[in-house]
């Protein structure tokens, strides 16, 4: 074979060896994987009668990425959703419809959006919202505190939300022993005493629970001098629902901490912590001494302490710093034990097993003691506007989070399944539970307060309480807020039944976190100040027997130097028996060999008969009899101590 002919095969040979390198690469280059960079759903609401259906769509960008997409239902027992959009409602309920891309982004994370599913029991009218006017969105009793003497009368008015929805609202009392309420809301005053009256919309919100509000009535006795008849031989029953007395502060010391100070929360131990935006934590005394500033943090933004007294920091992170958002975790000296990373950390709460929930990214992410991962559970879709921020636990160990983009709170069981989702205010910022275990929500963009059940019913929403921040509720229920945008730190209290107690301004500037230590006294961090400020709680005095705290529904009094307190209370705790003479106004208590006697308004008492003078008479304060502390502790064989400086009262057992 010539040189020639060779090269010519050869050449031949290399060119059919390229083209099938070329037909076997165009599969290949046919199949290209378009990266996804998001996904709408459409409609992003809908609301549902029970067995009516509707399609779904998806569209997924860039538009010619693959529009291929999986769906699935958050809660296939109140909707369900087939392969192609299509949804069927099949109970009462709430539930979240969601497409999920079938490929990826250029990190590997499939895109997701969903739809908020709301369905209802189908209607004779058959038509969403009802016939009779749109869905209901709240409900105010006007007034809101009822001060009535027994026998009389007042009508309260509930006005719904919004004016054309069904105003239709039904009446009712938890006491009616002291208050009841017809149907046109007539409140009657029977007998001294506290109520709580509630009106409950007849129509719902689009999830299908209505509305309620409720106010208290404070009944006293009828007289024409002041005192307090009564008929039969035993002084009026006691009645267990009187709230505490509305508590006053009085703007007590500022203290300077770091820069930009959010998160509040006090140890055991009273020392005050303090999660500073821009500076680290910094520990407080009781006394307001600065303890110790601690560095490293990545913009914090939540605090939390375990039962240990372990110190957790939810740092939010900043981008612009190539700052990584986490949780650090402090032993109570100030070592840092840890740091373990969190998606976007904000809000924080500590369960009773000790494990850390953490708001951020997507949901919550649950760490153990130890600061290991555990889970990272969803509330809904980042598309939507979802953006976990508060975050506390309630006494079943469920976890309650708010999502400040959207107008919601999610409710999580402790393994982390989704137990419902409550609509609230706009942009929910901070949630607290009350002793009742209601969850108290923060609405910042509302300017209110919405108070939830613990089966996440709404109560109530509460108005006034200007751009509403941080929260925190006392041992009786009073429930603190800040206003984040007061120039002269405002912090509003409110009782357990919404109505303003009292507004206080600490001095500072943009009050944030807010905290209440064991004594009642309230620590509220100034953000633009760099400030904390103490509310000093006005004192009560306290009455101990053999130890034990005698509760009052009125405070002790100092008259003329001497203690008075609540007559029946005080008794019962001595183990005396009680009668009541309602002709003239006289008590008798007898224990064991012991007959005391005692007369409104007299400065003279019995003992077995034998006169006593006494320094101070008994006293009748909004219905209800005080009488002399020492004079019928000692009678009854008792010592009597009094610690002025913490204003307690000690009753103990003689020799």
């Known amino acids: 074979m010539n040189k020639r002919v060779f090269w010519k095969r050869g050449l031949l040979l290399l060119i059919s060896l390229l083209v099938v390198l070329a037909m076997t690469a165009t599969p290949a280059f046919a199949t290209l994987v378009i990266p996804v960079t998001g996904v709408t759903v459409s409609p992003h609401t809908l609301n549902l009668n029970v067995g009516a259906t509707s399609t779904l769509t998806a569209t997924v960008a860039p538009s010619n990425a693959s529009q291929a997409v999986t769906w699935s239902s958050s809660s296939t027992s109140v909707a369900t959703v087939n ?77 719904v939300a919004p004016s054309n929805a069904n105003q239709a609202v039904t009446w009712n009392s938890d006491n009616t022993g002291v208050a009841t309420v017809d149907s046109n809301g007539v409140v009657t005053a029977v007998a001294p005493g506290y109520a709580h009256i509630t009106a409950t919309t007849v129509g719902t919100w689009s999830s299908g629970n209505p509305s309620a509000d409720s106010v208290t009535v404070d009944v006293t006795a009828a007289t024409t001098s002041g005192t307090t008849p009564s008929s039969g031989s035993t002084p009026p029953p006691a009645t267990n629902t009187a709230p505490a007395a509305p508590k006053t502060y009085t703007v007590g010391n500022t203290y300077n901490v770091g820069n930009g100070p959010e998160a509040i929360a006090i140890d055991s131990s009273g020392d005050v912590w303090v999660a500073n935006q821009y500076d680290g934590v910094t520990e407080l005394s009781n006394s307001g001494a ?129 137990l419902g989702t409550y609509k609230v205010g706009d942009e929910p910022y901070a949630i607290a539970f009350d002793p009742s275990g209601n969850a108290w929500v923060t609405n910042w963009n509302d300017n209110s307060v919405t108070e939830l059940s613990s089966s996440g019913a709404k109560l109530g929403t509460y108005s006034g309480v200007n751009s509403a921040h941080g929260i925190a509720i006392d041992s009786s229920g009073d429930v603190l807020v800040t206003d984040s945008t007061s120039n002269t730190g405002t912090v509003y209290e409110l009782s357990n039944a919404g109505a303003n107690l009292g507004t206080y301004n600490d001095g500072g500037t943009y009050p944030n976190g807010v905290a209440i230590d064991a004594s009642g006294d309230v620590w509220v961090t100034n953000w633009d100040s760099n400030t904390v400020t103490e509310l000093k709680v006005a004192k009560t005095i306290q009455v101990y027997v053999n130890g034990t705290l005698v509760p009052m529904d009125v405070a002790p009094k100092i008259v003329d130097g001497r203690i008075l307190v609540q007559m029946r209370p005080i008794f019962e705790a001595l183990g005396a028996t009680l009668q009541w003479n309602a002709a003239d106004q006289t008590i008798t208590a007898t224990e064991g060999n012991t007959t005391i006697k005692l007369q409104i308004g007299s400065t003279t008492a019995y003992k077995n008969g034998a006169p006593v003078t006494l320094a101070a008479p008994p006293i009748i304060v909004n219905g209800h009899t005080l009488v002399p502390t020492r004079f019928v502790s000692e009678a009854f064989g008792y010592n009597v101590t009094y610690d002025a400086a913490n204003m307690r009262v000690d009753i103990t057992s003689g020799s």
Do not use: H, M
């Open 83 to 159: 392969s192609s959009g299509v949804v069927t409602a099949v109970a009462a309920g709430q539930a979240y419809i969601t497409a999920t891309t079938a490929d990826t982004n250029a990190n590997g994370t499939p895109g997701t959006d969903y739809c908020d599913v709301t369905v209802t029991a189908a209607t004779t009218s058959g038509t969403t919202p009802p016939a009779n006017g749109p869905w209901v969105t709240g409900v105010t009793i006007s007034p809101r505190i009822l001060n009535l003497t027994v026998g009389a009368t007042s009508t309260l008015t509930a006005t």
């Open 290 to 418: 600065t303890i110790g500033t601690y560095k490293g943090f990545a913009d914090p933004d939540g605090i939390a302490i375990d039962a240990s007294g372990n110190v957790w920091v939810a740092n939010g992170g900043d981008q612009s710093n190539n700052e990584v958002a986490s949780v650090t975790e402090l032993s109570n000296s100030g070592a840092k034990l840890g740091n373990y990373k969190v998606s976007d950390a904000a809000g924080i709460a500590i369960d009773a097993s000790g494990n850390a929930w953490v708001a951020g990214g997507p949901g919550v992410t649950e760490l153990s003691s130890s600061g290991a991962k555990l889970g990272t559970y969803d509330i809904g879709s980042e598309s939507y506007g979802v953006e976990p921020q508060g975050v506390a636990i309630d006494s079943s160990g469920d976890v309650w989070v708010t999502n400040y983009g959207g107008d919601y709170v999610t409710e999580l069981s402790s393994a982390g399944a989704k």
